[in-house]
């Protein structure tokens, strides 16, 4: 893997950083979403300028709308900015996921990392092009995990 080396627990991370990443994954929420900005102030509990300066980095957000913005959004929301942390949001109760759909995402995620390794390294590209089979196999694992419990 590609980046730097650094173990997660001695790096830091500047606030603006968080804010952000917080940014475009609502940048990238409201275009899958098709959503606009002032769609993005209601769901987070705020006026309709607040989804724009929340999204552009203008403006920080209140732990209250960023955990509306969690509980509507889940991990696309706030998995990129909790991972510069080495944190991910993972709901209690998820969707149920078959003994076969289990292997098969993780048999997908398999054969793609065997993919990217194929020349001893896997780069940040290639991560992102695997990030949402990466998602899918996570969910699976979260819901066995949940099983365990």
Partial sequence: MSGTAIPLLHRSVSGSKLV???GESLSAIKAEDGLTDAELGKYLHKGVDAGKAYRTGYAEMPVTSFLRG???WNGRFANDALSLIGMKLVPLHT???SDQ???TRLSKLMFEVSVALEDGNIDDLEIARMKRTLIEAGE???C???KAA
């Fill in 101 to 103: 759909s289990l292997q």
């Fill in 144 to 146: 066995f995990r949940g």
């Fill in 95 to 97: 969707a149920e996921v």
């Fill in 20 to 22: 952000e990443t917080l």
């Fill in 140 to 142: 699976a694992i979260d």
């Fill in 70 to 72: 969690c509980e509507r």
